[in-house]
Nanobody, 124 residues
Framework: AQVLESGGGSVQAGGSLTLSCIAS??????????MAWVRQAPGKGLEWVSG????????YYADSVRGRFTVSRDMEKNTLFLQMNTLKPNDTAMYYC????????????????WGRGTQVTVSS
């Protein structure tokens, strides 16, 4: 399986970025797996940022990003998105895409595949 993130970069506070994650070669169809975005800031542990169930009808957001970030998925393109608005310096982190066999926000043990991450840097 291959899980590939893209879209990271450097922006000023208040700016926006859209992350993408393409999943291929999964043991299940893309519309049969849950997906998530997890980030790790320098010197800190993993933070579950957002999640979405297989059908796209259920979503999860960390309190730190709720109202600013929006997760979505395109079934035809096997792609997960994270629209990030009003970015803050505290959003600076490596953002990882995760594939889960079932919708289980904040459950690292339930992650089947991880991407290698895309870096987001927000300057003040």
């Amino acid at each position: 399986a291959q899980v590939l993130e893209s879209g990271g970069g450097s922006v000023q506070a208040g700016g926006s970025l859209t992350l993408s994650c393409i999943a291929s070669g999964l043991t299940r169809d893309f519309d049969d797996v849950a997906m998530a975005w997890v980030r790790q800031a320098p010197g800190k542990g993993l933070e579950w940022v957002s999640g979405i169930n297989d059908g796209g009808s259920r979503t999860y957001y960390a309190d730190s990003v709720r109202g600013r970030f929006t997760v979505s998925r395109d079934m035809e393109k096997n792609t997960l998105f994270l629209q990030m608005n009003t970015l803050k310096p505290n959003d600076t982190a490596m953002y990882y895409c995760a594939v889960q066999p079932k919708y289980a926000p904040c459950s690292r043990s339930n992650v089947e595949y991880w991407g290698r991450g895309t870096q987001v840097t927000v300057s003040s």
